[in-house]
């Protein structure tokens, strides 16, 4: 079992920027590709980003390529989101997610554990 616990949402203007955290328990980290999922009121989940095990390789969607970032600390079991240039239509609630068969199972949207959310709400 793991156990997923995000943190650093809250309220930002248009432009500014938060960062994310997720912090992992449970089985080995370290050997699981990670990701950030999104879901805006009245609005389907969609994904954000994914990361491989080792870090090496990052996957973007494109609404936020350029603005935000996906990092992960292995040796503290977090996993990251920097959000610059942040715009209103990025206001949702931000879920962490993990995954062991690796990272294209986050990237299609069937990771096997979910974090609870954190709202990030950007004013225009």
């Known amino acids: 079992q793991v156990q997923l616990v995000e943190s650093g949402g809250g309220l930002v203007r248009a432009g500014g920027s938060l960062r994310l955290s997720c912090a992992a328990s449970?089985?080995?980290?370290?050997?699981?590709?990670m990701g950030w999922f999104r879901q805006a009121p009245g609005k389907e989940r969609e994904f954000v980003a994914a990361i491989t095990w080792t870090g090496s390789s990052t996957y973007y969607a494109d609404s936020v390529k350029g603005r935000f970032t996906i990092s992960r600390d292995n040796a503290k079991n977090t996993l990251y989101l920097q959000m610059n240039s942040l715009k209103p239509e990025d206001t949702a609630v931000y879920f962490c997610?993990?995954?062991?068969?690796?990272?294209?199972?986050?990237?299609?949207?069937?990771?096997?554990?979910w974090g609870q959310g954190t709202q990030v709400t950007v004013s225009s």
């Open positions: 449970g089985r080995a980290f370290e050997t699981f590709a």
């Open positions: 997610v993990v995954d062991a068969a690796g990272v294209s199972t986050v990237v299609a949207g069937s990771p096997d554990y």
